[in-house]
């Protein structure tokens, strides 16, 4: 298995990674970790419809989705990892998901977020969720689509601090 994208998207499977990353990336295995997917029926059978054959779908909790990354159950499968949220890669790695890079690609504003770009908002907890992913050694950069360039999250930060 080889992990070529860990990515928060709060869409999760969507149009901008099935017809962007997927291809980008080459991956062959999508994988959702995110307990409420996980448990609800008709959003994992939405998501796996939505992806063609020719990938294999995996929605499961963040805990079971550590443990399968772990494993050599995936074999040579090129792996886009998706979550919602901060926590959730957080708790993925902290479970032991082989996470170096992660990608922020869209987390949505809503109530006590604070906008640092047109497609990210962090809410306290996100920033502090990500600082812990950093000081574990973890490269966080925002990249919506695959044609823009990388940016450190770190050079968000001023923005939601009001630095600058």
């Keep these: 298995m080889k992990l070529v994208l860990a990515r928060i998207d709060n869409r999760l499977i969507h149009g901008q990674v099935l017809e962007a990353w997927v291809p980008n990336i080459h991956a062959n295995c999508i994988i959702v970790a995110n307990d409420e ?3 609800t029926t008709m959003r994992r059978l939405l998501m796996e419809a939505a992806v063609p054959k020719s990938i ?3 929605v499961n909790t963040v805990e079971a989705v550590a443990h399968l990354l772990n494993s050599a159950e ?3 499968a090129r ?3 998706l979550f919602a949220t901060a926590r959730d890669a957080l708790l993925a790695f902290r479970a032991g998901a082989p996470i170096t890079t992660l990608n922020l690609g869209n987390m949505h504003a809503g109530a006590g977020k604070l906008k640092c770009s047109c497609t990210i908002a962090l809410a306290p907890e996100d920033i502090e969720d990500l600082q812990a992913l950093e000081a574990a050694g973890v490269e966080i950069v925002s990249q919506c689509v695959p044609t823009e360039r990388e ?3 770190s050079r ?3 923005k939601v601090k009001g630095e600058g």
């Design 151 to 153: 940016v450190a999250w």
């Design 56 to 58: 294999q779908v995996i």
């Design 156 to 158: 968000m930060l001023p």
């Design 37 to 39: 997917v996980a448990q």
């Design 79 to 81: 792996v886009l990892l």
């Design 74 to 76: 995936l074999g040579d």
